[in-house]
């Protein structure tokens, strides 16, 4: 069985979803077919790099928070 692979989108929705904390890990889970680990780790992932957002100008930015996935 292979892994599946998300987009970058889709794995910030989520994470961003989950800090929110409108709705549980379980629902987060079960509403976009994600195990609530990977949730978790995304939503990691999102707070240790969301100061890159604001480290450069705006493409450079963003080119080093894409380039650290």
Do not use: P
Not at 3 to 29: C, G, M, W
């Amino acid at each position: 069985m292979q892994r599946k692979h998300y987009n970058a989108e889709f794995k910030a929705k989520v994470a961003l979803e989950s800090l929110r904390e409108d709705r549980t890990l379980a629902e987060l889970s079960s509403a976009y077919g994600v195990h609530s680990a990977m949730i978790n780790r995304w939503r990691k992932q999102l707070l240790e790099r969301a100061h890159l957002t604001f480290s450069c100008s705006a493409s450079d930015g963003i080119g080093i928070f894409l380039r650290t996935r």
